[in-house]
């Protein structure tokens, strides 16, 4: 009974555990046919797209690097990409707390300006961020990308952080208050610890959607010791030559980190987002 | 030594049609225990919030030892309170959720630890000190919010609806323990409750509210036995007394009262007079309804003919639901374990006279 029970239970779930290889096919396939095209020239690939590293050019991750100044874009990257989420996570987080805990005059309008944010198309914006920078003279600077980064992403980091915020029991504070915490001190001491899978979470997809970030980085920087990692793949691209074999590369490099920090951190991650009532 | 007093104290939320707390006054003595008793909404937690600072008060003052405390910030008013959720910090181990309080107080290392081990002890903590309060059960939570309150040493402890989240049994056992605590340590306490069993044996006095006002302040037995009026007539007590449409006649030197075909004679007293030929309310607890009277007895009894609605033995004792003659009126009694009543008999009660309560039916304020 059992046996032919478990039998009509692994039915059921094939088409489920079908869907779920197709979507890892669509998914990790290009991710593997970029990792295996990092290891092979161009001629190589040119002559057969689909083939095996064989031999595997390990050298051309010594190239990028040195060579095609990678090494300055991956520290560019670094610095704008740290700075920007630590600035984002602490404001958004100061905020998410606000809103959710204090009923102040003014709060829905200042909920609907922050979450606003989340609607612009980044495109609206371009024009206006570009000619803003020029102004205050932070046009092609990393410190002009980082305020641009963090004025786009407290939206974001605001709607993840204050739904989860709000939902830890207002007496926590009101004891918090009792004990003679102020403030800041009940939002470092309580929000904060018990908010840490969101915050971790907000900290995540910021920081792989800004590792990524490509338009504003492209128009708000011009000098190629001032470029960020996706910037530098057009190196490799002119109007006139196309250099696959490195392009794939470059890309390699760039998302190396993305995908580690998602590999090691995605449990927490999804943890952070679907985290019930704090109890 | 702390007395607290409130005065005058109202609170009226935005857009609100009605106050949340309506010109309420009281005075809780040096180490006496206050309980506000009153059902769901009636603004006893709003009050106790607005005593520990946690709520700003609409009009009316706050004092504590004849220091008014409406602006004084929660933390400077030396107050500990129990949260019926507990509020333990979850990410903290239950030595730092008793710590907590007395680090931002600047206690030294020593003392806090003195402090810490000693509460655990007394609350039964120590084996518990390391673990987080999502390891502990339900009992032991409310311990260490307890133990919280208690290493403060502060002049006034606050409870709101502590005991609200446990079962029936560790409810019982708890408020033994919360009873001893308070007798032991003697700090001056305000207690929230909406169970009247709590009330009655924790309480030094019961302050009854309803609908944002207080109907009644006294120690327990005392409002039990002369309810102000109906409300807490019915809401002390369980069953509730019973509250039947009678009509009150005077005469030169005796009063009547007549209910449900049934005719008793009460004492005349001077504030009955205002009252000659018209209708009340008779309140009688299920308690001083006797299936007979008591043999020996020398108070008197008056005799109302019922039919048995249903019985409901409870193990030491049984309720009768009793239905009267000429009227729709139920009656529940409380009789002994051994009756031999059973659904649709007919059964003349005694109803014991000295036990009977008056009420005016329009203010339904009790009739002294």
């Known amino acids: ?279 | 030594m702390a007395v607290i007093t409130v005065e005058s104290l109202s609170k009226r939320y935005e857009g609100a049609a009605a106050p949340a707390v309506d010109d309420i006054s009281f005075t809780v003595a040096d180490r006496e225990f206050m309980v506000l008793l009153g059902p769901s909404g009636c603004g006893k937690s709003t009050v106790l919030r607005m005593i520990a600072g946690l709520e700003p008060i609409t009009s009316g003052t706050v004092s504590i030892d004849g220091l008014i405390m409406n602006q004084v910030p929660a933390k400077l008013r030396d107050i500990a309170m129990v949260f019926q959720s507990y509020a333990l910090y979850p990410h903290m181990t239950v030595y730092d959720n008793l710590a907590f309080g007395l680090r931002r107080r600047d206690v030294d290392r020593a003392e806090i630890e003195r402090r810490v081990q000693a509460a655990a002890a007394k609350l039964g903590l120590a084996a518990f000190l390391e673990r987080k309060p999502h390891a502990l059960s339900g009992g032991q939570r409310q311990r260490v919010a307890l133990g919280r309150a208690i290493v403060r040493d502060p002049r006034v402890f606050l409870f709101d609806e502590p005991l609200s989240n446990l079962d029936a049994a560790l409810r019982v056992t708890t408020r033994n323990e919360l009873i001893r605590q308070q007798q032991e340590i003697g700090t001056t306490s305000i207690y929230v409750t909406h169970d009247q069993v709590e009330a009655m044996t924790m309480g030094h006095r019961i302050c009854i509210m309803n609908h944002g006002k207080v109907v009644q302040i006294g120690e327990p037995l005392e409002v039990y036995r002369h309810p102000a009026d109906t409300f807490v007539a019915r809401f002390l007590g369980n069953p509730p007394m019973n509250l039947l449409a009678g009509k009150l006649e005077l005469g030169d030197v005796s009063a009547v009262v007549r209910f449900a075909g049934a005719a008793v004679p009460l004492e005349r007293k001077a504030s009955l007079a205002s009252f000659a030929g018209r209708d009340v309310t008779i309140g009688i607890r299920p308690e001083d309804i006797y299936e007979s009277p008591p043999p020996g007895a020398s108070k008197s009894f008056a005799r109302l003919p019922t039919r048995v609605v249903a019985v409901e033995p409870l193990g030491a004792e049984t309720l009768l639901v009793l239905s009267l003659e000429d009227s729709r009126d139920e009656l529940v009694a409380r009789v002994g374990r051994a009756t031999a009543l059973r659904s649709g008999d007919r059964h003349e009660v005694a109803l014991d006279i000295e036990a009977l309560h008056l009420f005016d039916p329009a203010t339904t304020r009790a009739i002294a």
């Open chain 1, 1 to 279: 009974m059992t046996r032919v029970a478990s039998l009509g239970a692994r039915a059921r779930r094939l088409p489920l555990v079908g869907f779920a290889l197709l979507y890892t096919v669509v998914t990790g396939g290009p991710l593997l046919w970029v990792a295996s095209m990092s290891l092979r020239t161009t001629a190589e690939i040119f002559k057969d797209p689909y083939g095996f590293p064989s031999p595997a050019h390990w050298e051309k991750f010594a190239d990028a690097w040195f060579k095609s100044n990678y090494h300055s874009y991956f520290w560019n990257s670094t610095i704008v990409v740290v700075c920007a989420v630590a600035l984002v996570t602490v404001i958004g987080a100061m905020a998410a707390h606000c809103l959710a805990r204090y009923a102040f005059r003014g709060n829905r309008l200042v909920r609907f300006l922050i979450l606003s944010g989340l609607i612009l198309p980044p495109q609206l914006l371009i024009l206006a961020l570009f000619q803003i920078l020029l102004d205050i003279d932070l046009y092609n600077t990393l410190t002009g990308l980082i305020i641009v980064y963090v004025a786009t992403h407290i939206a974001v980091t605001v709607y993840i952080l204050e739904g989860f915020f709000a939902q830890i029991p207002q007496d926590l504070f009101d004891a918090a208050r009792m004990d003679g915490y102020s403030d800041f001190e009940i939002f470092w001491r309580v929000t904060v610890p018990i908010g840490a899978p969101a915050i971790f979470t907000a900290v995540t997809l910021n920081f792989i959607v800004l590792w990524n970030e490509f338009l504003f980085a492209v128009v708000l920087l011009t000098d190629d010791d001032k470029r960020t990692l996706p910037l530098g793949i057009m190196h490799f691209t002119g109007s006139h030559q196309l250099d696959v074999g490195m392009a794939a590369t470059g890309l390699v490099i760039a998302i190396l980190p993305v995908v580690l920090l998602y590999a090691f951190f995605s449990e927490t991650m999804i943890k952070g987002m679907t985290a019930g009532a704090v109890r």
